[in-house]
Nanobody
Framework: VQLVESGGDSVQAEGSLRLACAAS????????MGWFRQVPGKERERIAT????GRTIYAKTRFSITYDKDTNVLYLQMTSLVPEDTGMYYC?????????????????WGQGTQVTVS
């Protein structure tokens, strides 16, 4: 499994941003895919997750997660951004059943993309 994030940027507060995660090598099944955010000194925080049927399991307010099955790209749409949304955003995949809360339960990770809101 390979995950490559893109779309991070520096934006003004109240702006919007869409992150993308190009996924490859995910075997057929019911994976859980998600986005996490990490800031220095803190653990990775769940932002949004979805199951293999395209159902959103969890999403923070102002965030939405979608998956394009034709291109195998996972998206995170972020709106009304605030400075507290600043952080490194990671795409993650879990192949076992379930869509857990904690980052430690996801098996595959991208390299991250930085979002800075000022």
């Amino acid at each position: 499994v390979q995950l490559v994030e893109s779309g991070g940027d520096s934006v003004q507060a109240e702006g919007s941003l869409r992150l993308a995660c190009a996924a490859s090598g995910i075997p057929y099944g019911d994976p859980c895919m998600g986005w996490f955010r990490q800031v220095p000194g803190k653990e990775r925080e769940r932002i949004a997750t979805m199951d293999g049927y395209g159902r959103t399991i969890y999403a923070k307010t102002r965030f939405s997660i979608t998956y394009d099955k034709d291109t195998n790209v996972l998206y995170l749409q972020m709106t009304s951004l605030v400075p507290e949304d600043t952080g490194m955003y990671y795409c993650a995949v879990r192949l076992n059943s379930g869509c857990p809360v904690f980052a430690k339960d996801f098996q595959y990770w991208g390299q991250g993309t930085q979002v800075t809101v000022s």
